[in-house]
């Protein structure tokens, strides 16, 4: 069994910085994702990360602002944001792949954390 914990969320202003962790426990070797929600919308691919940390997708969206990394060693995945937007605000959800690639489909993860709350305004 896998839990995956999301943790660095709050409360930021337009343009400042939040880093989320994931820590992992359990069958941690796959490929990991970051996915958020915003209230009324759906679920969306942020960002993923093959096993390796070699490989990383990226949605339009947050290319250039946000950056996803690994640390195998510490069984932990983070995703450090960057020039944060009110429409970043969103719960943020941190996933596990079910293959070792950067996959950008929310079916191709099979373990998820309870999320992290995001939240840009001034």
């Known amino acids: 069994q896998v839990q995956l914990v999301e943790s660095g969320g709050g409360l930021v202003q337009p343009g400042d910085s939040l880093r989320l962790s994931c820590l992992a426990s359990?069958?941690?070797?796959?490929?990991a994702g970051w996915f958020r929600q915003a209230p009324g919308e759906e679920r969306e691919f942020v960002a993923a990360?093959?096993?390796?940390?070699?490989?990383?997708n990226y949605a339009d969206s947050v290319k250039g602002r946000f950056t996803i990394s690994r640390d195998n060693a510490k069984n932990t995945v983070y995703l450090q944001m960057n020039s944060l937007k009110p429409e970043d605000t969103a719960v943020y959800y941190c996933a596990r792949s079910r293959t070792m690639s950067a996959n950008t489909v929310s079916n191709d993860y099979n373990y998820w954390g309870q999320g992290t709350q995001v939240t840009v305004s001034s």
């Open positions: 990360i093959s096993t390796s940390g070699r490989n990383t």
């Open positions: 359990g069958r941690t070797l796959s490929a």
